[in-house]
């Protein structure tokens, strides 16, 4: 801030508390003219017969006024308010969030210290360490995941055993610590409206289900070994190390459970899928968390589904 802004910053704030101070000053001291029947202060409008009259306001609003204005001139001086002058005190918002911080860091750094050196299936198995998992959960995952990790569009599920990445012990902490950046890429103009359609089919029957148009199974079985089978494998069954989801069960990511209950909202959504694409991000948690934090974390992440 330049000094400039600093010094008219405070004339403002000081400067309105003057001009308060002495309008209330004047209004007090202003002639006082009072009507003899009724000996109150009036104005000068009138209507007729009709005359407005002011009664003067009441003795202890103007002592609370008095005392704002005086506490305000005192943490004025204490507290950083006017531009760059720091106060008396010097505090800041900074420093006091260090404090806090050094505070909480005495306190429960050890306490989360003890859980490194226990294995993420035991921290699973113990309900203090789950409690304390659930609710870091509920700070940093549940935007996201709900409450629970329950089924939500867009968001993987995480009360089941269908991994984008891998549900091994190591692989849920990886993915918390890391984060995760997952891509399908749009393939609408490669394959084209009819193109989409075949592939949709195909990729209906590995699940399982019957597709609406079932002649054009083989023309999108081509499709899917020239444009998915890389990251998705031959048969669909999706690849961890890239986080490609597995397409011979009925766990759908990116459609609505009221669209999958019927054949054809499942298959229009697997049309959109395909043509569209998605860009998904699990963000990193190493900049927020510590490690033993993350550590708990994935232990009841694991616990969810386990």
Same mark, same amino acid.
């Given at each position: 801030?330049?000094?400039?802004?600093?010094?008219?910053?405070? +004339? =403002?704030?000081?400067?309105?508390?003057?001009? =308060?101070? +002495?309008?209330?000053? %004047?209004?007090?001291?202003?002639?006082?003219?009072?009507?003899?029947?009724?000996?109150?202060?009036?104005?000068?409008?009138?209507?007729?017969?009709?005359?407005?009259?002011?009664?003067?306001?009441?003795?202890? %609003?103007?002592?609370?006024?008095? @005392? !704002?204005?005086?506490?305000?001139?005192?943490?004025?001086?204490?507290?950083? @308010?006017?531009?760059?002058?720091?106060?008396?005190?010097?505090?800041?918002?900074?420093?006091?969030?260090?404090?806090?911080?050094?505070?909480?860091?005495?306190?429960?750094?050890?306490?989360?210290?003890?859980?490194?050196?226990?294995?993420?299936?035991? *921290? @699973?198995?113990?309900?203090?360490?789950?409690?304390?998992?659930?609710?870091?959960? $509920?700070?940093? !995952?549940?935007? !996201?995941?709900?409450? &629970?990790?329950?089924?939500?569009?867009?968001?993987?599920?995480?009360?089941?055993?269908?991994?984008?990445?891998?549900?091994?012990?190591?692989?849920?902490?990886?993915? *918390?610590?890391?984060?995760? /950046?997952?891509? $399908?890429? &749009? %393939?609408?103009?490669?394959?084209?409206?009819?193109?989409?359609?075949? /592939? &949709?089919?195909?990729? $209906?029957?590995?699940?399982?289900?019957?597709?609406?148009?079932?002649?054009?199974? &083989?023309?999108?079985?081509?499709?899917?070994?020239?444009? =998915?089978?890389? =990251?998705?494998?031959?048969?669909?069954?999706?690849?961890?190390?890239?986080?490609?989801?597995?397409?011979?069960?009925?766990? %759908? $990511?990116?459609?609505?459970?009221?669209?999958?209950?019927?054949?054809?909202?499942?298959?229009?959504?697997?049309?959109?899928? *395909?043509?569209?694409?998605?860009?998904?991000?699990?963000?990193?948690?190493?900049?927020?968390?510590?490690?033993?934090?993350?550590? +708990?974390?994935?232990?009841?992440?694991?616990?969810?589904?386990?």
């Amino acid at each position: 801030m330049s000094d400039f802004l600093s010094l008219w910053i405070g +004339v =403002c704030v000081l400067g309105s508390l003057f001009v =308060c101070h +002495v309008l209330i000053e %004047w209004v007090l001291h202003r002639p006082d003219e009072r009507h003899e029947a009724h000996k109150v202060q009036y104005s000068h409008q009138s209507w007729g017969d009709v005359r407005s009259y002011d009664h003067p306001v009441p003795r202890s %609003w103007l002592y609370l006024l008095y @005392a !704002c204005t005086l506490f305000a001139l005192i943490y004025f001086s204490l507290y950083p @308010a006017l531009g760059t002058f720091p106060g008396v005190l010097r505090w800041t918002s900074q420093q006091q969030y260090k404090d806090e911080v050094g505070e909480y860091n005495l306190v429960y750094t050890e306490r989360f210290n003890r859980y490194l050196a226990r294995s993420i299936t035991e *921290i @699973a198995s113990d309900p203090v360490a789950r409690t304390t998992g659930q609710h870091l959960f $509920m700070s940093y !995952c549940s935007n !996201c995941h709900q409450g &629970a990790g329950e089924d939500r569009t867009h968001y993987p599920k995480l009360t089941d055993r269908d991994w984008l990445w891998g549900g091994h012990p190591e692989q849920i902490e990886a993915t *918390i610590l890391h984060g995760r /950046t997952g891509i $399908m890429p &749009a %393939w609408g103009s490669v394959l084209g409206e009819k193109g989409v359609e075949e /592939t &949709a089919s195909y990729v $209906m029957t590995l699940a399982g289900y019957k597709p609406a148009n079932p002649e054009e199974v &083989a023309a999108g079985k081509e499709h899917f070994a020239a444009y =998915c089978a890389f =990251c998705h494998s031959a048969g669909g069954r999706g690849d961890p190390r890239q986080g490609a989801p597995r397409l011979t069960d009925k766990t %759908w $990511m990116h459609i609505s459970s009221k669209d999958a209950l019927s054949e054809a909202g499942l298959e229009a959504g697997v049309r959109a899928a *395909i043509a569209d694409g998605f860009v998904n991000l699990m963000p990193p948690h190493w900049n927020t968390l510590d490690r033993a934090q993350i550590h +708990v974390l994935a232990g009841y992440v694991y616990s969810l589904s386990n």
